[in-house]
């Protein structure tokens, strides 16, 4: 069974970090290429980061350049997201998703991706 379960979200401090994970199964990880989406309330569901399967990144969110960071353990079938110096506007819901080719080239679209995770709710709050 196909899956991908997001972990590691929650209520974070401005200024804080955190490390979201995301757990696949159910298909060939490593030739997948994995993205990161978040979803801001009342706000549409835009890309972040991907990762090709040769580990190879591309940003697509110029706010979290140089904060946000994404990597893959293929002996592990995860994908992170690490988050540094986190700001308000960081709040949102996290999503993963995974896309048989590699990474799209432009401003991703949910459409560009084949499978998603749930989502993890990250809250960045005094």
């Known amino acids: 069974q196909l899956q991908l379960v997001e972990s590691g979200g929650g209520l974070v401090q401005p200024g804080g970090s955190l490390r979201l994970s995301c757990a696949a199964s159910g298909f060939t990880f490593a030739f997948y290429s994995m993205g990161w989406f978040r979803q801001a309330p009342g706000k549409e569901r835009e890309g972040v980061l991907c990762i090709n399967e040769n580990g190879r990144t591309t940003n697509y969110a110029d706010s979290v350049r140089g904060r946000f960071t994404i990597f893959r353990d293929n002996t592990k079938n995860m994908v992170y997201l690490q988050m540094n110096s986190l700001n308000p506007e960081d709040t949102a819901v996290y999503y993963c998703?995974?896309?048989?080719?590699?990474?799209?080239?432009?401003?991703?679209?949910?459409?560009?991706?084949?499978?998603w995770g749930q989502g993890t709710r990250v809250t960045v709050s005094s």
């Open positions: 998703a995974a896309r048989s080719r590699g990474c799209p080239l432009g401003a991703p679209m949910t459409e560009d991706y084949d499978y």
